[in-house]
């Protein structure tokens, strides 16, 4: 797997060209097949019990996040987190990183109270 990461970033050791930008139509068809796919992917016994309208609107609701950058963001990089929390368990990540998400966050809160009051 780490092979097959390195060579998608650095093939023959060189970084990859930039993939061509997508049209917006094609934007638009993956957005609707992924939608479809997520829809198609809860049960009938979950719909059964939930209700088909509470679903969908769940589903919906869920798509809807995964369409905001910045949400999309935090989930990439609490994934990360986890990735180097269970691979380097005696660094005491945790707390490192925890330590540099209350800076970060610490600074965007100043960031952002200065910049409302100018």
Request: no cysteine.
């Amino acid at each position: 797997m780490l092979l097959y990461f390195r060579d998608s970033f650095w093939p023959d050791g060189k970084w990859s060209s930039e993939y061509p930008k997508r049209t917006s139509s094609s934007i638009s068809l993956t957005k609707f097949m992924g939608h479809t796919k997520l829809q198609g992917s809860v049960s009938d016994e979950l719909r059964n019990i939930m209700g088909k309208d509470t679903v969908r609107e769940g589903i919906d609701m869920v798509f809807r996040m995964f369409q905001t950058k910045q949400l999309n963001k935090l989930l990439y990089y609490s994934m990360i987190e986890s990735l180097l929390e269970v691979v380097f368990p005696e660094n005491k990540l945790k707390q490192s990183l925890a330590a540099l998400r209350r800076n970060i966050n610490q600074k965007f809160i100043i960031q952002n109270h200065s910049g409302s009051h100018r």
